[in-house]
């Protein structure tokens, strides 16, 4: 503005800044709109609309959340959130200037991701190696996928949650492996179980005839550990042809086990009548 007398002139000058609407504008990675506990997000002011922009969010609580720097505050460019409790938290973004407001609104959701546990495997014998793992989950809905691996086994793998009966063809142990994924990456849980061989029986060799006055003979068979049976004969293989009738055979049974295998074998002994000496003096 120009003005002018019999005195001369004098100027008055006067800025005027043209400005577009506000746009609050966030820089952060979306995929981390679905977090886990004591997993971090951070978020960056890049608004270049002129004016101002400043952040407002939930009350802070070191037990639910909280900035990673204390020096972060509501009018930082950059901030960097520690969750530590599940829940869904909000975080505006607010801009200002002459042609009025804009707000961007982002919203995070905090899970506390599926943990899982196998029950413990199963000792199983080889002439009924049949497996069916079973499995419990906290917060299974939101458990993406299961991925189960079963060493030894048949089939070896299995995508399902509940794969069904498993079978074992060799005897040892084996691990069972289940790795479940969900938005908090992946969980995993081991046990193993034992497949036990039947056991082989190696009886003592015979014939076995006993007069019914002989000692008691001991029987020895193979593996050791195993349990007798049968008339005259004690558990640890001990017989006896006095307790028992003459002129009869005997059927005596040694049995072995294995884990959760057993197997038995027999061996016939045949007993006599002693012959009576009199003898005069």
Same mark, same amino acid.
């Not at 609050?24 to 960056?44: E, G, K, P, R």
């Not at 042609?99 to 196998?118: E, K, R, S, Y």
């Not at 793992?133 to 070896?156: D, K, R």
């Not at 307790?243 to 074998?265: D, F, H, K, Q, R």
């Given at each position: ?5 019999s005195c001369?002139?004098?100027?008055a ?8 609407d ?5 820089n952060?990675?979306m995929s ?7 997993q971090v ?6 608004t270049? @609309?002129?004016?101002? +922009?400043?952040?407002?969010f939930?009350?802070i609580?070191? =037990?639910?959340?909280q *900035?990673t720097? !204390?020096l972060?505050t509501?009018?930082?460019?950059f ?5 530590k ?5 909000t975080?505006r973004?607010?801009?200002n200037n ?6 961007q609104i ?10 899982l546990?196998i029950?413990?495997g199963?000792n199983?014998?080889?002439?009924n ?13 939101q458990?993406?996928?299961?991925q189960?691996?079963?060493t030894?086994?048949?089939? @070896?793998?299995?995508? +399902?949650?509940n794969?069904g009966?498993?079978?074992?063809? =060799?005897?040892?142990t *084996?691990?069972? !492996?289940l790795v479940i ?9 081991t ?9 082989v ?10 007069c019914?006055?002989?000692m008691?003979?001991?029987l020895?068979?193979q ?7 049968g008339?005259?004969?004690t558990?640890d293989?001990?017989f ?5 009738p003459p002129?009869?055979?005997y059927?005596?049974t ?7 295998c057993?197997a038995s ?7 006599v009548?002693s ?7």
């Amino acid at each position: 503005l120009i003005a002018k007398n019999s005195c001369g002139a004098d100027t008055a000058n006067q800025q005027i800044v043209i400005v577009e609407d506000p746009d609050a504008q966030v820089n952060w990675n979306m995929s981390d709109d679905t977090v886990c506990i004591d997993q971090v997000v951070s978020l960056t002011d890049v608004t270049t @609309t002129y004016g101002g +922009a400043t952040w407002t969010f939930p009350a802070i609580d070191s =037990s639910k959340w909280q *900035f990673t720097d !204390t020096l972060m505050t509501a009018s930082s460019n950059f901030i960097a959130i520690h969750f530590k409790q599940q829940g869904t938290y909000t975080y505006r973004l607010v801009a200002n200037n002459a042609c009025g407001t804009d707000v961007q609104i982002i919203t995070i959701v905090v899970l506390d991701g599926p943990t899982l546990a196998i029950a413990p495997g199963p000792n199983l014998c080889i002439d009924n190696a049949i497996y069916d793992p079973m499995s419990s989950f906290t917060n299974p809905g939101q458990i993406q996928s299961f991925q189960w691996t079963f060493t030894g086994g048949s089939p @070896t793998s299995s995508t +399902a949650e509940n794969p069904g009966n498993i079978t074992y063809a =060799s005897a040892g142990t *084996f691990p069972v !492996t289940l790795v479940i994924q969900s938005a908090c990456g992946p969980s995993s849980d081991t046990t193993f179980v034992t497949v036990d061989d039947i056991p082989v029986i190696t009886m003592p060799s015979g014939p076995f005839q006993y007069c019914s006055g002989s000692m008691p003979d001991t029987l020895i068979a193979q593996p050791p550990g195993g349990v007798w049976s049968g008339q005259g004969i004690t558990s640890d293989g001990s017989f006896d042809p006095g307790s028992v009738p003459p002129g009869a055979t005997y059927t005596l049974t040694y049995t072995a086990e294995n884990g959760e295998c057993e197997a038995s074998s027999t061996i016939t002994v045949n007993v006599v009548s002693s012959e009576t000496v009199i003898v005069q003096d």
